[in-house]
């Protein structure tokens, strides 16, 4: 983390190293801190530069992936809550949507659970079945047989 900091007082507009201050936050799982970061090197490279990319990439991956231990503990709501925050980086995981879906099912909200369903299903993926399966679950729940 030292080599970093004083990267950046030499690079203060290299977002590069905000980019290596992010990965290097997500791996010590210090959530405020890499979203910092992630945010600092999307500033700095403008959104669509390779490198805000990746740390976007970085940052929707590192919520999506806390969301498995969510789900299994039943804490639906809370999973739901680290989705949403994926989403400020990254709307087109399918992965994401298909955990939206199936928490909102879980918690009998099946009008959300339809919505992450097809949201889900409207990004090229290679395996859409889990999602076909959820929202079906949220038609019977809903009653639309």
């Known amino acids: ?27 010590l799982d210090n959530e405020e801190k890499m979203r910092e970061y992630a945010n600092e090197v999307v500033r700095i490279d403008k959104e669509g530069g390779k490198t805000a990319i990746k740390a976007k990439e ?21 999973a739901i809550d680290l989705i949403n925050k994926s989403f400020t980086f990254d709307l087109n995981n399918a ?23 097809q949201a889900g299903l409207a990004i090229d993926s290679d395996d859409k079945t889990s999602l076909y399966y959820e929202l079906a679950r949220a038609f019977e729940g809903n009653g639309d047989n």
Do not use: H, R, S, W
């Open 1 to 27: 983390m030292k080599l970093f900091d004083d990267a950046n007082k030499y690079y203060k507009k290299n977002a590069k190293t905000f980019y290596g201050m992010e990965i290097a936050y997500a791996k």
């Open 58 to 78: 970085v940052a929707a991956k590192y919520y999506v992936g806390k969301v498995p231990a969510e789900v299994t503990a039943k804490k639906y709501q809370e």
């Open 95 to 117: 992965t994401a949507y298909y955990y939206m879906a199936l928490c909102y099912n879980e918690l009998n909200n099946y009008g959300g659970a339809i919505k992450g369903a």
